[in-house]
């Protein structure tokens, strides 16, 4: 079952998408984010075209746990998506999938002007590569 990852920022959408196996994450591509109803709905239609099973969505939270000002936009956004497919759409714990994304980029040599830039698309990498180890620790 191939798994899409969502990294859902104010301004773009990051996602990832695994093999049909459920164990490699690979970058797919950015959505300038409209609104959520048009965004939920690019992400439909590309659950459709790659015959998604599942839908996981980055939450992050604050210190004491609960999902920050970024994590409840991501579970509005959630809920709007729910609406527009009917595969089951989780939310996951995100918290450093930028920063684990950064580090990724820096232990692959890429150089610092190349580096600026957004992470988006990696970052949902990362929130699946995380999904994909728990899931397949036991979770």
Known sequence: MRILAVDHG????????SDPTGTIASPLTVIK??????DAAQIADVVSRYDVGLIVIGQSFDE???????????????????????VPVELF?????????????????VSR?????????LA????????????????
């Open 33 to 38: 984010h409209v609104s959520r109803l048009l």
């Open 64 to 86: 004491e746990g609960h999902p920050n000002l970024a994590g409840r936009r991501a579970a509005k956004f959630a809920e709007t998506l729910r609406g527009q497919t009917n």
């Open 10 to 17: 104010e301004k773009r959408i990051g996602l990832a998408l």
């Open 124 to 139: 949902a990498v990362m929130i699946l590569r995380s999904y994909l180890e728990t899931r397949n620790l036991g979770g």
């Open 93 to 109: 714990d995100e918290s450093f999938s930028t920063q684990d994304a950064r580090a990724a980029r820096i232990e692959m040599g």
């Open 113 to 121: 002007k190349k580096r600026a830039g957004h992470m988006d698309e």
